[in-house]
């Protein structure tokens, strides 16, 4: 990753001290619940047959990577493992990662899949 060190909002307001799959889950359905119900609740990208969900959470190297399904979006959400880094990525930053089944690009650290 090439990108300037600054903070990411939605990011840097997460508890990300988890150590176990079932508290990244928690952590980051709470975050995108919050998001829906002050934000997003009204708006015509919700698809209200969808519901916010954390999926398939695992540590790829030292970091967390796993799937965040929103009734707006669906990404693969590649996160720092150390709760103290979150690599400083600028929002709208895009790098490349070789993961197990191909190369995404990933922005900030959302990789879109729709």
């Keep these: 990753m090439q990108c300037d060190k600054t903070g990411f909002l939605s990011v840097s307001r997460l508890n990300m001290d988890w150590q176990t799959q079932e508290q990244i889950h928690h952590a980051l359905e709470q975050a995108f619940n919050a998001v829906l119900h002050q934000h997003m609740r009204d708006s015509a990208l919700v698809n209200k047959q969808l519901s916010v969900k954390a999926l398939g959470f695992t540590r790829f190297k030292q970091d ?13 959400l590649h996160l720092p493992g150390n709760p ?21 690009e990933f922005t900030f650290r959302f990789c879109f899949l729709f």
């Excluded at 967390?64 to 693969?76: D, K, R, S, V, Y």
């Excluded at 103290?84 to 995404?104: A, V």
């Design 84 to 104: 103290n880094d979150i690599s400083g990525l600028t929002p709208g930053c895009q790098y490349h990662q070789q993961l197990p089944f191909g190369e995404f």
């Design 64 to 76: 967390w990577l796993g799937i965040m399904l929103t009734p707006w979006f669906m990404n693969i």
